[in-house]
């Protein structure tokens, strides 16, 4: 099927007049375009639309026009997967234009997987797309409507987009190493799958800004829409921005949350926290870091995929990662968000990953 624009609050189409909107086509053109271009030269036309659009953002013409996008969509092929998972890719996108190191990974992503749909939402395309898709669920709704800090935002939206929507979520900074279909394996009824970001194993002391033994990373998730986990997880979110705004005598939209406010409130640490409930509820037995810790191969529990530390952590510097691509590894984070710097510019451990684009 054609993707659909998303309908502003206006009821108005968005005009296809920039360089984002017009990369969105019909599933023939699309496929046909992967079937007579190979995959470095379509990552090479998706790397320059993504620097033309910076060039133009910079320039200002993003913020003239008043039909500027707030969602970029490349529709979905027909494909058959081992999961329930669908072939959406999301990605987020509240900070500056998109750099030329963006660019690249998003091109990663879409070569990887060339069954799969692609869309970019910006501050306000997520506004319209929880007006559109959380109407029937107020609570939930305005709190995101009203909330304006940017880092929760961008948390609490991964979980909105997939909770309707489905598929993979993204950090703009994260390389896609393997396609989809290799996180699944042979596995089947596959609803989630979901790497560990940290492991204590047996050292004595957790690393430094991690809340738990065990971790579970957000910076990428794999999900079926309606998934009851994260549904739960977009639940406990709002009710914790809530709270956190009431210890700080606050309200939503005034709230202004510390690291650690955000690693508890929206960040892993809170992710890590409702994966382990859901999974004890449907187990019927404690599911927590000792079930789990030390793992080398991908584990199946209920209809969750966990992938041990190299499938999503490659590079971090604890868990017993691999310090170079390895053959589990399924994506490499890059780590260039700028929220998570220390003061005086030092990084966080696991930003000392290096940089480098990892030869193909």
């Known amino acids: 099927p054609r993707s659909k624009n998303i309908r502003p609050s206006n009821g108005k189409e968005s005009a296809p007049s920039n360089i984002l909107i017009n990369a969105s086509c019909s599933n023939e053109r699309i496929m046909l ?8 030269l379509l990552a090479s036309i998706v790397l320059a639309l993504f620097l033309i659009y910076t060039f ?8 003239l026009s008043p039909h500027m996008p707030t969602t970029a969509t490349l529709p979905t092929a027909n494909l058959t997967v081992s999961s329930g998972i669908p072939p959406n ?5 509240f900070g500056p234009p998109l750099n030329e190191d963006n660019a690249k990974s998003i ?4 070569t990887k997987n060339p069954g799969h749909s692609f869309t970019l939402l910006t501050n306000d395309g997520g506004d319209i797309f929880v007006q559109s898709r959380y109407d029937s669920k107020p609570f939930i709704r305005d709190t995101y409507l009203e909330l304006k800090n940017p880092i929760l935002r961008s948390d609490f939206l991964r979980y909105l987009i997939l909770a ?14 393997q396609p989809f279909s290799q996180w ?7 609803n989630a799958v979901i790497g560990v970001e940290y492991d204590q194993r047996s050292d004595p002391e957790l690393a430094r800004g991690m809340f738990l033994p065990m971790q579970l990373c957000q910076w990428t998730i794999a999900m079926n829409a309606h998934h009851p986990l994260i549904v739960k997880m977009t639940e406990a979110v709002a009710q914790a921005i809530h709270d956190l705004a009431n210890t700080q005598g606050s309200s939503v939209e005034k709230v202004m949350p510390e690291k650690a406010d955000v690693l508890l409130t929206t960040g892993p640490a809170k992710w890590s926290e409702v994966v382990f409930q ?17 793992i080398k191969q991908p584990r199946l529990v209920g209809d969750i995929l966990i992938l041990p530390i190299d499938g999503f952590a490659t590079g971090v510097p604890h868990s017993g990662a691999s310090k170079k691509v390895a053959a589990n590894t399924m994506i490499v984070h890059r780590f260039h968000g700028t929220w998570k710097q220390d003061p005086g510019n030092e990084k966080s451990p696991d930003q000392k990953i290096q940089s480098e684009r990892v030869p193909e």
């Open 184 to 190: 699944i394996g042979d596995h089947t009824n596959v």
């Open 107 to 110: 091109a990663s992503w879409i």
């Open 56 to 63: 133009l953002s910079n320039i200002g013409i993003r913020h």
């Open 164 to 177: 309707a929507e489905g598929g993979i979520y993204t950090d703009i900074d994260v390389d896609a190493i």
């Open 278 to 294: 859901y999974l004890s509820s449907v187990t019927h037995s404690k599911v927590d870091h000792r079930n789990l810790t030390g």
């Open 33 to 40: 375009l992967s079937g007579v271009i190979s995959r470095p």
């Open 89 to 93: 890719i999301w990605e987020i996108n």
